[in-house]
């Protein structure tokens, strides 16, 4: 009878370590590979992976990293395009025996969450001030560098000056395609209001824009209305 419980006994424990095994197994599969946001740059940069010197991405894996880090790895089924930000879902994969010389992990492709042009590095959010109108020769006095705005992309804002008064408004941007919108701006009365008054009016008909160098180009359609430059 004893000898009947005494295996009875040894049995439940060999059932109860294999769950337990398994449970544990599960867990550590479980850890090995996840789903991940990250944030790549519109350039890359040199860096040194296994004592070579390469291209590398530069990431963030959250909005609160403020500096960008350097990532080595490839990222299966992802094809990349310099001079666009891309936000990205990956799936991550821990190796438990990488091949020699490779990475421990693995990262593959899920989704383009977002693919954004920045043009030529710079941004549209930036301080851009005056440079000229596209049409000027009406103008009583030459156009001074008191025009200015800054653009809060994030925040769809912007502000700036005139050329005398304050302002300030909505700015809706998608591609290449812009409006400024709910400007409004303070009332003092000084001599430059010719091309306050101007460049206003040329904000509130822009439609659309373009950044080479360190130019900002803002249309109405394809008719050029005003030259910004970035002061940086």
Not at 127 to 148: C, G, H, M, R, Y
Request: with cysteine; hydrophobic share 40%.
């Amino acid at each position: 009878m004893r000898k009947r419980i005494l295996i009875s006994l040894i049995i439940m424990l060999m059932i109860a370590i294999t769950i337990s095994c398994q449970s544990s197994e599960n867990s550590t599969k479980h850890k090995l590979k996840y789903e991940s946001t990250i944030w790549i740059n519109s350039k890359k940069a040199v860096c040194n992976a296994g004592g070579i010197n390469k291209e590398c991405y530069m990431i963030k894996r959250n909005l609160k990293q403020k500096e960008w880090e350097l990532f080595s790895d490839e990222i299966i089924g992802f094809q990349y395009e310099e001079g666009y930000e891309y936000e990205i879902k990956v799936e991550t994969k821990k190796m438990k025996t990488p091949l020699a010389d490779a990475s421990s992990v693995k990262y593959t492709l899920m989704k383009v969450i977002r693919k954004k042009e920045i043009q030529n590095g710079l941004s549209i959010a930036n301080q851009w001030i005056i440079s000229s109108f596209a049409e000027q020769e009406n103008l009583t006095i030459p156009v001074s560098k008191d025009s200015f705005i800054m653009i809060d992309e994030k925040e769809n804002k912007f502000n700036g000056n005139g050329a005398c008064n304050t302002i300030s408004g909505d700015v809706l941007i998608s591609g290449n395609a812009i409006r400024f919108e709910k400007i409004i701006s303070t009332e003092m009365a000084c001599e430059n209001l010719e091309q306050e008054n101007k460049f206003i009016k040329a904000l509130e008909a822009v439609t659309t824009f373009k950044i080479i160098g360190c130019e900002l180009f803002l249309y109405r359609k394809n008719e050029k209305l005003v030259t910004l430059e970035s002061c940086r």
